[in-house]
C-alpha cells in the first residue's frame, strides 16, 4: 500500500504546479472569483494530504505572531492568512499560501497588492514557518505584458511584473503605492530580500494570456 505524503516532504512547486495545470481542468470546476480560487486551491490539498491540517483565514495573533511598522508610512500587513498548512503531531512544520486571482483591471494596485502577499510570507518565514508562498494566476495579459513607457521611473511598479525583452527588473527595497492619495508615499519594504516574478504558461483555458507565477519563500 502506497504511503500517504504529508505536505512537508512534497516538493510543493510541483504541487502548486498539479492544481494550477491539472487540478483545475476538471470540467466541473469554474473560477469566478479569488474566494473560489482559494477554496478549490483546499480542496486539493486536503484530498492531497489527509494527514495534515489545512485552514483557511487564520488569523496570525492567534499564533502569537506579530508584525511592528519601521514607519508610519510602511503599508500595514493584513492579518490572515488565505491558506495556513500544519503538521497536526508537530505545529512547528508549517506552510502559509497567499493567492491572488485578479480579475478587476486595477492592474498597477493589484501589483502592488502582489508585493504585499510577499512581504506578508516574508514576514511569516522570519517567524519559524517552514516555508511560505505567494502565487498569482491571471487571465488578463494587462498583468504580465505592457508598454515601456514610464520604465526609468524608480517607482514604476509594471517593471517588476512586466517581462520587457532582454530586461528584467527584481523586486528587492522599497516599493512604493502606485495610485491614490498616498501614491509614492506609502511603501512595502522588502529590505535586502531579491525576488524576481516568473511567469509560466498556465494551462487552463484556450486564453493565450493566462498566466501564473509562484514565489517560494524557503530562506
Known amino acids: 500500500m502506497e504511503k500517504t505524503l504529508n505536505f512537508e516532504d512534497a516538493d510543493f512547486n510541483l504541487v502548486l504546479e498539479e492544481f494550477l495545470n491539472h487540478y483545475l481542468k476538471d470540467e ?5 472569483n479569488e474566494i473560489s480560487f482559494q477554496l478549490e486551491l483546499g ?6 494530504f489527509p494527514n495534515d491540517k489545512i485552514e483557511f483565514e487564520r488569523n496570525i495573533k492567534k499564533l502569537g505572531i506579530t508584525y511592528q511598522k519601521s514607519n508610519p508610512l510602511e503599508e500595514s500587513l493584513k492579518k490572515e492568512m488565505d491558506i495556513y498548512i500544519y503538521n497536526k503531531k508537530n505545529k512547528s512544520k508549517k506552510f502559509a499560501i497567499e493567492l491572488k486571482f485578479p480579475m478587476n483591471g486595477k492592474t498597477p494596485e493589484e501589483m502592488y497588492q502582489f508585493v504585499l502577499d510577499i512581504k506578508f510570507m516574508q514576514v511569516l518565514k522570519d517567524a519559524n514557518f517552514t516555508k511560505t508562498y505567494a502565487v498569482v494566476a491571471t487571465m488578463d495579459k494587462t498583468y504580465h505584458t505592457g508598454s515601456h513607457h514610464g520604465r526609468k521611473d524608480k517607482n514604476y511598479i509594471f517593471k517588476y511584473f512586466r517581462h520587457f525583452p532582454n ?4 523586486l ?3 516599493i512604493y503605492k502606485p495610485t491614490g492619495k498616498d501614491k509614492h508615499k506609502k511603501y512595502i519594504d522588502l529590505g535586502t530580500k531579491i525576488y524576481e516574478i516568473k511567469w509560466k504558461n498556465w494551462d487552463i483555458s484556450n486564453q493565450k494570456n493566462s498566466k501564473y507565477y509562484v514565489v517560494s519563500i524557503d530562506k
Open 172 to 174: 528587492t527595497g522599497k
Open 28 to 32: 466541473q470546476i469554474e473560477l469566478y
Open 167 to 170: 530586461q528584467k527588473e527584481a
Open 43 to 48: 480542496l486539493f490539498l486536503r484530498k492531497k
